[in-house]
């Protein structure tokens, strides 16, 4: 990104700041149509496993190892709470951004934060499923690629989110939030590029992971985690040094 774009001179101040953080009376970030078909989709695989449960054993898969077998079952009353949280999650992030002090920000997002909420919602449905798969024999319970495929569709989402990063504007709830960022917009705007780069080179780093545990079972959990880790220890750290150098641009010297 051209750093002429990040000028702190424009950052809202004074009475310009104070409207900016002011709700309008509607905030629909996703869309009406958008929001609906989602919820179709979530009560549609809701209704798909409640048609299903009566053929399922009394202890189902539910978790996997890095190996692909089975190490985790759930009795079936239980199941069902999983089963509905996609479309939990949904609605959380559907009404959650009209609780925000700075719920305009969303608006002025485009169409990134509606598209993270469809790739997200889809992503959990999908996920609901493994268990059914792995039931009715179609995936195996030992040796399954669940773990493999999950790593990899989590590290493209990596890939896509850190591109899309320094497009989140500024607000509480949404986004890498530190103390430093979400009390000043420029230190949002850096610390929000900075992620960016941070969470792309964690997503490439979590899709090698994913690759390499074909051959090496625990690849993908340790690079996983560690790249996690240190991508948020970097953009915790940055943050912290963009506000001590006065929410300015670091700059080599």
Request: charge should be positive; charged fraction near 15%.
């Amino acid at each position: 990104m051209n750093d002429k774009h990040l000028d702190p001179s424009q950052a809202p101040t004074g009475r310009a700041a104070k409207t900016n953080e002011t709700a309008p009376a509607r905030i629909d970030p996703i869309g009406r149509r958008t929001f609906l078909a989602l919820v179709a989709v979530c009560i549609a695989s809701l209704i798909g496993h409640l048609v299903l449960l009566p053929h399922m054993p009394e202890m189902i898969p539910t978790h996997w190892d890095s190996a692909g077998n089975v190490n985790g079952y759930t009795g079936r009353a239980a199941i069902l709470g999983l089963d509905a949280l996609p479309l939990l999650l949904l609605v959380m992030l559907r009404y959650l951004p009209g609780m925000d002090p700075r719920a305009q920000a969303y608006m002025r997002m485009g169409s990134f934060y509606s598209g993270f909420t469809v790739a997200f919602t889809l992503f959990m449905v999908g996920i609901t499923w493994t268990s059914e798969l792995t039931v009715f024999g179609l995936l195996p319970e030992n040796g399954s690629p669940i773990g493999t495929i999950a790593t990899l569709v989590l590290g493209m989402g990596f890939v896509l989110l850190g591109n899309y990063m320094p497009k989140i504007k500024h607000n509480y709830t949404f986004g890498f939030k530190t103390p430093w960022a979400l009390h000043d917009e420029w230190n949002w705007r850096l610390t929000h590029r900075f992620c960016g780069t941070a969470f792309v080179i964690s997503g490439i780093d979590t899709i090698a992971g994913g690759i390499l545990s074909i051959w090496y079972e625990q690849a993908s959990p340790l690079i996983l985690l560690g790249s996690l880790l240190a991508s948020s220890i970097a953009t915790y750290v940055y943050s912290y040094l963009v506000f001590r150098n006065g929410n300015k641009l670091l700059r080599s010297r």
